[in-house]
């Protein structure tokens, strides 16, 4: 097996979700302001993305685009929504022409580490966005973002997105037949020696997800590690799923790790002989974490990157149900 350090995956990835950067590369020139009912002058949020923009969103496919609020700091009021779940408009541009426009509302995903974290900052993810839109060709694209914080004078910003062909990508694609992804279960951990990184393992290590593919149910994949923690933006995705899993009948999920042998390296990433687990390499994946919605025939019909909450989660099982 291909041997990788973790600052190599994230490299690699080109991620866009990485604390500081995002905010840095998508938040200059975010210079608007707002003033308020007291005459107080209110700063423009800083916007992220929270998709991988290296050769992830297709063109011609409906994809859900992730991107984040955050309050930057410092002295001076900021233009944030009035409520965790306000809704704010995003239109979708090219070359100045509006293609849609949606209203997409705010979650709000608490950042609770769990087991064994090195020191490592994270900008202050103030609510998330799940977008979802259709970019007809490959090229680049705008989302203009317009926030309302309750003053009557919405303040606008733009996130550059970029879609590539369809062609062009390795990581699996709404629409798509699924790969049939062979992932360690109790019995046969298959070489990785953290089968669930959760201090408490989760229950989803009980069968292999290419099993799981034939027998004629939906399912679900969540490639994520709970204790190794790779992105700015990584909520508690497995104890969510494990929230989400309890309200949802019929649909049968996984998770599996990230690296095959943290042991091995004491936890250490930056250890030469640090490895993907398999089924990382199976699903071509460049980042994490990632869930992948399965129908019961083996198409995959949505991909969920990077942020979620419980209600994202429970709406995703639902329709597969």
Do not use: K, W
């Amino acid at each position: 097996m291909a041997r990788i350090t973790r600052r190599r995956f994230l490299t690699r990835s080109a991620s866009a979700v990485t604390a500081t950067a995002a905010a840095t590369t998508f938040g200059g020139g975010l210079s608007a302001v707002l003033l308020g009912g007291c005459g107080e002058q209110l700063r423009a949020p800083d916007v992220a993305a929270l998709f991988n923009p290296d050769r992830v969103l297709a063109a011609g496919r409906p994809q859900r685009i992730p991107f984040a609020l955050i309050n930057p700091g410092g002295e001076g009021g900021v233009a944030l929504p009035s409520t965790d779940d306000a809704l704010v408009t995003v239109e979708l541009i090219r070359d100045g022409e509006i293609l849609d426009r949606i209203e997409v509302a705010g979650h709000v995903v608490s950042h609770d580490h769990v087991g064994e974290v090195g020191d490592h900052q994270h900008s202050d993810l103030y609510r998330y966005y799940p977008a979802r839109f259709t970019m007809p060709e490959p090229g680049i694209y705008d989302l203009m973002i317009s926030v309302d914080s309750g003053f009557g004078n919405p303040t606008s910003t733009s996130l550059p997105v970029q879609a590539f062909d369809p062609a062009d990508i390795t990581v699996p694609l709404p629409g798509d037949p699924m790969p049939a992804v062979a992932t360690p279960t109790f019995a046969d951990p298959a070489g990785v020696d953290r089968l669930c990184t959760r201090p408490d393992p989760c229950p989803f290590h009980e069968d292999s997800f290419d099993t799981l593919m034939t027998n004629g149910r939906p399912s679900a994949l969540l490639v994520a590690t709970p204790a190794f923690c790779s992105t700015a933006y990584c909520g508690p995705v497995v104890d969510t799923m494990i929230e989400a899993s309890a309200a949802v009948d019929g649909v049968d999920i996984v998770h599996a790790e990230v690296y095959a042998n943290t042991d091995e390296v004491d936890g250490n990433f930056a250890d030469p002989a640090i490895r993907l687990a398999p089924a990382v390499i199976a699903a071509r994946l460049t980042f994490e974490p990632v869930l992948f919605l399965v129908s019961s025939d083996g198409v995959l019909v949505d991909r969920i990157d990077n942020v979620f909450d419980v209600d994202e989660a429970i709406d995703a099982l639902s329709a597969l149900a």
